[in-house]
T-cell receptor
Framework: GENVEQHPSTLSVQEGDSAVIKCTYS??????FPWYKQELGKRPQLIID?????GEKKDQRIAVTLNKTAKHFSLHITETQPEDSAVYFC???????????FGTGTQLKVEL | GAVVSQHPSRVICKSGTSVKIECRSL??????MFWYRQFPKQSLMLMAT?????????EQGVEKDKFLINHASLTLSTLTVTSAHPEDSSFYIC????????????FGPGTRLLVL
């Protein structure tokens, strides 16, 4: 089955700096890669996703890149703000409403 | 966006009792729902896929007789933790993909289970 690895496990940045979180996956059939933000005790919230026919997608301060050949994808957050502090999870799926396999999570802390 | 609700939000029960958790898609129909378990400071681990009108598909290592799943309608899936033990204490979250988008999954708010 699919295996998703995520790095780093913790990331601390200064407000205004950029943050990058990287994930790798094992199943070449995976074609859908969402990123979720989870605050303590809350549900995961989708912040951005990318499909395998696209190499990069951007939404304001958030961007995701995908390298299908290398089987890795990354989340980029620019101009970080304290409210960006949370746990971020990457995930992979073969699409079509199929199950998601999650990475291990990254605790992002944005310091003032 | 699509809304998924869960009930109860938290439950405390005695060891040996059973607990039922409901997951509802409020403004869309979901033929498939997913149940995850999340221990503190860990990732979401898929337990099973709930299929409307048919048996659930369980992930390897998840006891189907302990975690009973029923998907009786297009908007409701239930997870029953039978004969709960302290090690079953966890955060249980369901999700449902929105029809038409094919992939986008929306999560319920989660249920915090504490077994004493």
């Amino acid at each position: 089955g699919e295996n998703v690895e995520q790095h780093p496990s913790t990331l601390s940045v200064q407000e205004g700096d950029s943050a990058v979180i990287k994930c790798t996956y094992s199943d070449s059939a995976s074609n859908y890669f969402p990123w979720y933000k989870q605050e303590l005790g809350k549900r995961p919230q989708l912040i951005i996703d990318i499909r395998s026919n696209v190499g990069e997608k951007k939404d304001q301060r958030i961007a995701v890149t995908l390298n299908k050949t290398a089987k890795h994808f990354s989340l980029h957050i620019t101009e970080t703000q304290p409210e960006d502090s949370a746990v971020y999870f990457c995930a992979a799926s073969t699409g079509g409403g199929n199950k998601l396999t999650f990475g291990t999570g990254t605790q992002l802390k944005v310091e003032l | 966006g699509a809304v998924v609700s869960q009930h109860p939000s938290r439950v405390i029960c005695k060891s040996g009792t059973s607990v039922k958790i409901e997951c509802r898609s409020l403004d869309f129909q979901a033929t498939t729902m997913f149940w995850y378990r999340q221990f503190p400071k860990q990732s979401l681990m898929l337990m099973a896929t709930s299929n409307e009108g048919s048996k659930a598909t369980y992930e390897q290592g998840v006891e189907k007789d302990k975690f009973l799943i029923n998907h009786a309608s297009l908007t409701l899936s239930t997870l029953t933790v039978t004969s709960a033990h302290p090690e079953d204490s966890s955060f249980y979250i369901c999700s449902a993909p929105l029809s038409g988008t094919l992939e986008t999954q929306y999560f319920g708010p989660g249920t915090r289970l504490l077994v004493l």
